[in-house]
């Protein structure tokens, strides 16, 4: 038997080295795999251009996936909600591990909650997503479009330049930043984007990684599939204002998702279910399908820009 170690790649953000971290240590302590991380700086980190502006789906995603592709490592730790949902060429995902948290955390000076602040508090995010449902809540609240990692956004509501951050919970845990959480929005009222919590870990089709069973969570994979699912037959990029939430809860697939005018003032839901007895897989993505469907059918398109491409946030 071979002893080299797998090679993990990683972005080299203090959240993406965190994720890493765990699943490293999930992974070695499962089977006693030795394990090297490589961290990789893509142009989404160099950059300090907008989100929006960097264009492309997968700014973050697409050096790592180079670097794999090119044999340079073995595997990729993602953050999945900022993995474009199109296939890429040659890399499928290996393991999906048990989601954290999936809920967005606002972070507020004070540990004031949302309906606490003051009027015309000054409160960012970059997700339009967020913004929607912020101004949902509270139009008279003032968005301040930001950018940067958890830290740094911290930082801009700790030195009081904004009053609050919106972040997500899971983010916040992995980095020991719980703390920092001053109301976890319940996820019917507040639903995040497809796939936040969960990690995917990216491999070359065709090669066998046995090791990676030991973190597989196959309920996380179909409900995120089904979430997934929603935005691709949208044809909605990652910054697209729609929430999407899944469980799997024994036999049955419960998907709900929100589709926002990025105003806040208007939106569409949609929520339906599915019996498990077969193809997870299939089934999760024919109900990402019908969600998807239906809420074009209710007019989906007309209140939300479906094809905001960036990465919803950078961190
Ligand atoms: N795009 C940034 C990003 N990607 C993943 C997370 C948090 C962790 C997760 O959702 O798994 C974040 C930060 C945030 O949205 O607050």
């Known amino acids: 038997m071979s002893s080299r170690p797998l090679r993990v790649a990683t972005r080299g953000s203090a959240l993406a080295r965190a994720q890493t971290g765990h699943v490293v240590a999930a992974l070695h302590e499962a089977t006693g795999v030795e394990i090297d991380v490589v961290i990789i700086t893509s142009e989404g980190d160099r950059s300090k251009e907008s989100l929006a502006s960097l264009g492309g789906t997968g700014v973050f995603a697409s050096a790592l996936r180079e670097a794999l592709t090119a044999g340079e490592c073995d595997m990729i730790v993602h953050s999945l909600k900022d993995l474009p949902t199109a296939p890429y060429r040659g890399l499928t995902i290996g393991a999906v591990p048990e989601r954290e948290d999936p809920r967005d955390a606002l972070c507020s000076r004070d540990g004031l909650m949302l309906d606490e602040l003051p009027e015309g508090a000054r409160v960012?995010?970059?997700?339009?997503?967020?913004?929607?449902?912020?101004?949902?809540?509270?139009?008279?609240?003032?968005?301040?479009?930001?950018?940067?990692?958890?830290?740094?956004?911290?930082?801009?509501?700790?030195?009081?330049?904004?009053?609050?951050?919106?972040?997500?919970?899971?983010?916040?845990?992995?980095?020991?930043?719980?703390?920092?959480?001053?109301?976890?929005?319940?996820?019917?009222?507040?639903?995040?984007?497809?796939?936040?919590?969960?990690?995917?870990?990216?491999?070359?089709?065709?090669?066998?990684?046995?090791?990676?069973?030991?973190?597989?969570h196959s309920a996380t994979?179909?409900?995120?599939?089904?979430?997934?699912?929603?935005?691709?037959?949208?044809?909605?990029?990652?910054?697209?204002?729609?929430?999407?939430?899944?469980?799997?809860?024994?036999?049955?697939?419960e998907l709900s998702a929100t589709v926002y005018q990025?105003?806040?003032?208007?939106?569409?839901?949609?929520?339906?279910?599915?019996?498990?007895?077969?193809?997870?897989?299939?089934?999760?993505?024919?109900l990402g399908q019908a969600v998807a469907t239906q809420l074009l059918e209710d007019g989906a398109a007309e209140i939300a820009p479906l094809s905001g491409r960036g990465p919803e946030e950078s961190a």
């Open 262 to 286: 990025p105003d806040g003032a208007a939106e569409l839901g949609c929520e339906r279910s599915a019996e498990l007895l077969g193809d997870d897989h299939l089934v999760a993505d024919l």
């Open 124 to 216: 960012g995010t970059g997700s339009p997503r967020r913004m929607a449902q912020l101004l949902a809540l509270r139009p008279d609240l003032e968005i301040v479009d930001i950018r940067g990692n958890v830290d740094t956004r911290l930082a801009r509501v700790r030195d009081g330049d904004l009053d609050a951050v919106v972040l997500a919970s899971a983010g916040l845990a992995r980095l020991g930043r719980l703390d920092a959480a001053s109301e976890l929005f319940a996820l019917d009222i507040w639903p995040t984007a497809p796939g936040q919590g969960a990690l995917a870990i990216e491999i070359r089709e065709g090669d066998s990684i046995p090791e990676l069973l030991s973190i597989e």
């Open 221 to 253: 994979r179909t409900a995120v599939l089904a979430e997934r699912s929603v935005l691709a037959a949208l044809e909605a990029g990652c910054a697209a204002p729609i929430g999407a939430t899944a469980a799997v809860t024994g036999d049955l697939l």
